[in-house]
C-alpha cells in the first residue's frame, strides 16, 4: 500500500511540475531527472542504430571480401585446362638397390684400375 501511495505522490508531483513553469525551484529535481531520462533513451535508441548500422557494415565489408578472394582464383574449368602433370615435376627418385650397385659397380672399376 505504502508503495501505491508513493507512485501517487509522485504522479502528482510530476503532473505539477509539468504544468507549472520550467523556472519553479521546487521542480529543478524533476527537470533533472526527466533530462537525464530524455538522454538515456536517446543513447539507447543511437546505440541501437549505430549498432545495426555497424552490423550491416561489416557484412558488407565481409562479402566484398570475399568476393574479391573468389575473383583472385580462376573457375574450375579454367583450372582444369591449366593443370599441373606432378609427374613431370618430380619423377621417382632412383631406388636404393639400384643406387648401391651403381656404388659397387664404381668402386669395383676403381680396384680394377689400381691393380
Same mark, same amino acid.
Given at each position: =500500500? #505504502? ?32 533530462? +537525464?531520462?530524455? +538522454? ?9 542504430? +549505430?549498432?545495426? =548500422? ?8 565481409? !562479402?566484398?571480401?570475399r568476393l574479391a578472394e573468389v575473383s583472385r582464383v580462376a573457375d574450375p574449368v579454367? =583450372? ?6 606432378? !609427374? ?8 636404393? #638397390?639400384?643406387? !648401391? ?7 669395383? #672399376?676403381?680396384?680394377? !684400375?689400381?691393380?
Amino acid at each position: =500500500m #505504502e508503495t501505491i501511495r508513493q507512485l501517487k505522490a509522485l504522479w502528482a508531483y510530476a503532473s505539477w511540475c509539468a504544468q507549472a513553469p520550467a523556472a519553479a525551484p521546487a521542480c529543478d529535481s524533476f527537470w533533472t531527472w526527466a533530462a +537525464v531520462a530524455a +538522454v538515456a533513451a536517446f543513447a539507447l535508441v543511437a546505440l541501437y542504430i +549505430v549498432r545495426k =548500422m555497424a552490423k550491416n557494415f561489416l557484412a558488407v565489408r565481409a !562479402e566484398r571480401q570475399r568476393l574479391a578472394e573468389v575473383s583472385r582464383v580462376a573457375d574450375p574449368v579454367t =583450372m582444369s585446362r591449366y593443370r599441373v602433370d606432378p !609427374e613431370k615435376f618430380h619423377p621417382d627418385p632412383p631406388q636404393e #638397390e639400384g643406387m !648401391e650397385r651403381r656404388i659397387r659397380q664404381a668402386l669395383d #672399376e676403381k680396384k680394377l !684400375e689400381g691393380r
